[in-house]
């Protein structure tokens, strides 16, 4: 017999007792997991919507405005001095100290034409950064290959009745519709798209810039920094981070990381106070066996390696338990706290890391009661003998 | 020197106004291989030698001195050693350990010894056979008889083969035909060479021994005699 043999043997007859155990420990393991598993899930579906946004700095020229108010009635506002954005200037986008964090550079140019007596608003952009950056864009047919060709939005080609293949007069150029791009729900629906030089070609505009869309890498990316950065090296551009609500949800993440990490620490403290209690109530109530043991000539520390033995197995299961539930109740967490449920996925430091929380917790909290066991004097045992 | 002695030893219980004197300044000496018989009424202070000579509680005063070696100037570890290597413990109340069978029971003593688990079984088998309960090893304590568990106790305390055997009102639980048997497995044992300290406040029980050693009020009922002994 090895003394693993009392342990567990003692385990399996005060079976109210080790559930009780696991339990309290369990919990406070589980709320741990649950919380830093729906927290870390959330920021990973954060970080990759944010990828897949799009755009998340927006470079225009640099203008002065006003807005015209009389006596109290908005009279609309009116931009001045703008500064036209050249295209060798996005040249310097790249020398910027972040510039590995820039992924997608797309600049475009804008112009209106009159086509069926309607307004229509084109823009010129160059198809392979474009199509990179929005990579929800649906083509019915396909981008534009030719100079010849053009992309319509979805609002667009209807407003104008056109569908693939037919042919357009703009500015007195003949085009071929190429693709239309199904509903986006933005204002691509309404824009005619058509290669960049080609479209400053046709406006007027060589070598100028209307807008420059970037896309950077935003997992932990430095966007203030991206912008300030930028800013420098395009001082006639006005740089806009459009990202900011989206760190504002991040920061709303961190500090409900915070708070869980928190209200963790405090289930943790209650679970630990729980093995302590039971623990020392358990020791209390088995002072008579302790008495027996030292009789027979079992040192301190033998009676100490029981007790601990006891709150390893005890620990070891709550852990395993614990981290079951936790990610049972993350997964129906995230049901709540997202309207798509965010693809789960198991992170095995967090396995290993609840079990190992869970027996370093129990065995602390097992201390103290072990030594009290283990300092119990026999004329003590004798006396409940 | 004799093989147990106990110097002057006394034991008091409490502080100042509270204080009692459980025993008082008593001298013993025991012989290797004898069979003492401690009696006395209840609170006589019997149990409480006997604990001191056992090396379960320490003196208030004095000496206990077994193979030459003085019990309570050893440290917690080392006393708990020389127990387990030299003593035998029978209770009152058998003592078994409710969650372990009656194999684990008499395994009890060799679980923090160097003996293989196997040689464990055969030790703690020879010892349930001298006992004759070798065919109930698989039973928990709560399903084998009164005096069964009193043998199983005798079983457990012989296991490992201590010298002394310290047994305190062995037969304070059970009827009288149990408590023969048990009488006899305890001369039997004596027999075999084992030295045998026994409490009783029976006088029956207490002629099986050698030596009957009388003790009322914390003191031996005849010191001189006994100091004759040493």
């Known amino acids: 017999m090895k003394l693993r043999t009392i342990a567990i043997n003692n385990l399996r007859r005060r079976k109210a007792k080790v559930f009780f155990l696991i339990a309290g420990l369990m919990i406070g393991v589980s709320a741990v997991v649950a919380l830093m598993t729906t927290t870390r899930i959330l920021a990973e579906d954060i970080a990759h919507k944010m990828d897949e946004f799009g755009a998340n700095i927006i470079i225009t020229p640099k203008s ?64 392979n950064s474009e199509l990179a950056l929005k990579k929800w864009w649906k083509i019915e047919g ?72 970037i896309a950077a890498l935003c997992k932990n990316c430095p966007i203030s920094e991206l912008v300030s950065q930028l800013t420098k090296a395009l001082p006639t551009a006005k740089v806009t981070a459009v990202q900011q609500v989206v760190e504002g949800r991040m920061d709303t993440l961190h500090n409900f990381q915070n708070f869980s990490l928190g209200v963790s620490g405090l289930i943790l403290l ?111 045992a004798l006396r409940t003998l | ?23 008082r300044n008593i001298d013993l000496c025991i012989e290797q291989g004898s069979f003492i018989s401690i009696m006395g009424e209840s ?53 078994l350990v409710p969650y372990l069978s009656v194999l684990e029971n008499v395994q009890l003593p060799l679980a923090v010894t160097h003996h293989t688990e196997e040689t464990q079984k055969e030790l703690a088998l020879s010892a349930l056979d001298k006992v004759g309960l070798k065919e109930k090893a698989h039973r928990l304590p709560n399903q084998i008889s009164g005096g069964e568990q009193e043998r199983v106790a005798i079983a457990r305390a012989v296991v490992n083969e201590p010298p002394i055997l310290f047994a305190d009102e062995p037969t304070g639980n059970l009827d009288s035909r149990n408590s023969s048997e048990v009488m006899k ?14 409490v009783t406040h029976s006088r029956k029980n207490a002629e099986y021994g050698q030596r009957i050693i009388e003790v009322a009020d914390g003191r031996l009922a005849d010191p001189p005699a006994i100091r004759a002994a040493c």
């Open chain 2, 1 to 23: 020197m004799s093989y147990i002695q106990a110097v002057q030893v006394g034991k008091d219980f409490g502080d100042g106004d509270a204080k009692v004197t459980a025993v």
């Open chain 1, 142 to 213: 396909k981008a534009p290959e030719t100079d010849s060709q053009i992309l319509l939005g979805h609002d667009v080609a209807a407003k104008l009745g056109l569908s693939n293949d037919s042919e357009i007069e703009i500015k007195g150029r003949l085009f071929k519709v190429s693709g239309i791009l199904d509903t986006t729900g933005s204002q691509d629906d309404s824009l005619v798209f058509m290669k960049l030089p080609l479209a400053q070609e046709l406006f007027g505009k060589e070598g100028q810039v209307g807008m420059v869309e």
């Open chain 1, 270 to 380: 209650v679970g630990g106070m729980v093995v302590f209690v039971t623990m020392m109530s358990s020791v209390n109530e088995r002072t008579r066996e302790i008495g027996i043991f030292s009789a027979i000539g079992f040192r301190s520390s033998h009676i100490m390696k029981i007790i601990l033995l006891e709150a390893l197995v005890v620990s070891l299961c709550a852990g395993v338990l614990g981290y079951l539930t936790g990610i049972g109740v993350t997964w129906g967490l995230l049901s709540f706290l997202s309207e798509h449920r965010p693809h789960m996925t198991l992170d095995p430091y967090v396995a290993i890391g609840s079990v190992v929380l869970a027996i370093f917790l129990g065995l602390v909290a097992s201390f103290q009661p072990a030594r009290a066991a283990a300092a119990m004097d026999p004329n003590e």
């Open chain 2, 185 to 198: 497995l305890l001369t039997k044992l004596n027999s075999e060479g084992q030295t045998i300290v026994m």
């Open chain 2, 43 to 95: 609170g006589s202070g019997k149990s409480t030698l006997l604990a001191m000579l056992g090396g379960l509680l320490s003196p208030s005063r004095g000496q206990i001195i077994i193979e030459g070696i003085d019990l309570y100037s050893l440290s917690r570890t080392k006393l708990a050693d020389f127990r387990r290597e030299f003593m035998g413990f029978i209770f009152q109340s058998f003592q």
């Open chain 1, 64 to 127: 002065e405005g006003l807005s015209l108010t009389y006596g109290g009635l908005s009279l609309g506002g009116f931009s001045f001095d703008v500064r036209e954005i050249h295209q060798e200037e996005l040249a310097k986008i790249k020398t910027i100290e972040n510039a590995a964090n820039i992924r997608i550079v797309s600049p475009k140019v804008f112009g209106v034409f009159e086509s069926a007596s309607q307004k229509v608003l084109a823009v010129g952009v160059d198809f």
